[in-house]
């Protein structure tokens, strides 16, 4: 999978750390809990792990397979999502098939991860709980 060493190190990430060469930043934030407390004095500041970067050419027809029952589950989770937004915000008693089709989760989604979509606290656990 890596093209420098099967293991990659853990570091301490601050404004200069940056992913090796044709590699991303994987990062790990260290919060506090309500208390003020660390989860684990394993993790009291942030970390990050330059690690490979995962292309659609990596995925073998088998993995492909093993991973649609999880794609199928983000999917209906943004069709829900989407369903959600229409009733709060239109009070709507009908939803049209194009606004939870394939093509319309998958732009939601996109627009979830740019962070125009409205996502509620629900919407996102009802997303966390399928997987």
Not at 25 to 52: Q, W
Not at 68 to 85: K, N, T
Not at 115 to 125: D, F, H, T
């Amino acid at each position: 999978m890596s093209n420098v060493s099967q293991f990659h190190t853990v570091e301490t990430l601050d404004k200069k750390s940056k992913a090796l060469t044709g590699q991303r930043m994987a990062r790990v934030i260290a919060k506090k809990n309500k208390d003020g407390e660390y989860e684990s004095a394993n993790l009291t500041s942030s970390k990050f792990v330059s690690v490979p970067m995962i292309g659609a050419d990596d995925f073998t027809q088998g993995q492909i397979a093993s991973l649609m029952p999880h794609i199928i589950g983000v999917l209906e989770g943004a069709q829900d999502a989407i369903i959600r937004e229409r009733i709060v915000k239109d009070g709507s008693g009908q939803i049209h098939d194009e606004e939870i089709s394939i093509d319309a989760c998958i732009a939601y989604l996109d627009d979830a991860a740019k962070g125009k979509a409205i996502l509620n606290v629900q919407s996102i656990r009802d997303l966390n709980t399928m997987f």
